[in-house]
């Protein structure tokens, strides 16, 4: 989508998307990992050479458990815990094999011994933010929820959460990473520290729930696009703390006859 | 609870649930597979020994994709699908070592060597069957569903279908295991032959799907505890093919303020 702007704005469309670059950031966990370095935030410590990762275990800097997560794409792949040195091990091994196999099959020309990443495993309280830039990628607002329950990878349950510390997080992020409209950020808290992890440029699983506690992002795109007035488009915008909600499944009748 | 049955209906309750011996061909992968053999029904080849399962890969007899999943328990591990003999013998080496460490933490006494599954990967239309016994573990009835979307390993959505095979399975599955109420069955169709993959001794995810196709299996449990007449106990049930149905989310609002 965002290779394709420009070709797609001609036809008279908008496109809500960040730069080419800007999206390699969020799509390459490395690179996530050394723009947050650069831009001062706390993230996991993270590795992608073995032997730098090995090396950092036996001085002590690096503890397990650890997650191997492949750098590029979403890990459909399947994360591992390693939690001893044989299980990095023999995970890693498999990890490069199966990426092997799936990179051949994509004719991808990736660096196979740079390919995935070996990181700490932080334990804290997890939260998600909706980090929002307006269309020309000056930074708007952060909307933050914890998240109570996740099922799957999915948060289940979450309540809304508004702190100056997330704010304070989410401006940096928004304003040094320029990207456009609503970006879907995991993170955890541990000891008053906010660590990210990763960084989604679009709308995630979690935006429902700041919808319902009050950032109604829906409208402002809207109103961003009919150019309505700043203080207009504020009134979309009335997030209130401690509002929980919990996903709940109902079947659909969906049968043709 | 299978355990303590007894105890717990005197005092004064029912306790629908199944013999330990019956509950444990279902939570034991292997026993179920040799109980499938057993009474005739199709199942995926199963090796419980490594060595055996690679002198079947050389002799032709197993056919890569395989799918590696704990013989005990809910897959919570994770199941590997290996492509290749190096990935089979990587994966069963890092599934014993995870296996080893949460035996170790649950000081259980399973055989090491005996506690990884090597499947055949079915390749068909997925079926999920409620298979519902009477208290008295007398056969009562099949209720079957295609399963047209998965997510995260629980159906999103399912139409109802009605066939004789699935009958014919069913009873027999019934009245060989002589469970006590209902049962979750996973199953795969393949040229016409129903294969089951897993027994689930309690109600599945699937059930509400038969229920909203017709099949109130809750309301036969109340006529059953009632002794309300067999010709009325089956007016709760009203099973019609063709019935599709697609779970969906909402948020519900749980704030306490």
């Known amino acids: 989508m965002a290779k394709h702007k420009n070709l797609l ?3 008279n469309t908008k496109v809500i998307v960040s730069s080419e670059e800007v999206i390699s950031i969020g799509f390459d966990k490395w690179k996530t990992f050394k723009f947050l370095e650069e831009i001062g935030l706390n993230s996991p410590k993270t590795y992608i050479d073995l032997d730098k990762a090995i090396a950092a275990i036996e001085a002590g800097v690096l503890k397990f458990p650890l997650v191997l997560k492949p750098r590029w794409g979403s890990g459909s792949i399947g994360i591992e815990i390693p939690e001893t ?8 091994k498999l990890q490069k094999l199966k990426l092997k196999r799936s990179i051949l099959k994509n004719a991808s020309e990736k660096d196979i011994n740079n390919a995935i990443l070996i990181q700490e495993k932080i334990e804290g309280v997890e939260f998600g933010l909706d980090v929002v830039n307006d269309f020309e990628g000056n930074y708007f607002g952060t909307f933050a929820r914890e998240k109570l329950a996740m099922r799957s990878g999915e948060t289940d349950k979450a309540e809304s959460v508004i702190k100056p510390a997330f704010d304070e997080v989410g401006q940096k992020l ?4 320029k990207h456009i409209g609503n970006m ?3 993170a955890f808290l541990v000891n008053d520290r906010l660590y990210i992890l990763e960084l989604n440029l679009r709308f995630g699983g979690g935006y429902p ?7 109604n992002i829906a409208k402002v795109y809207i109103d961003w696009l009919n150019e309505v007035d700043e203080k207009e488009v504020l009134k979309n915008i009335n997030y209130k703390s401690g509002i929980s909600f919990s996903k709940c499944d109902r079947l659909l009748n969906i049968s043709h006859k």
């Open 9 to 11: 704005e001609n036809k």
């Open 85 to 92: 040195l044989d299980e990095l091990l023999l995970s890693y």
């Open 174 to 177: 928004g304003s040094h990473l």
């Open 184 to 186: 879907d950020v995991d």
């Open 209 to 215: 729930f700041s919808h319902e506690a009050g950032a």
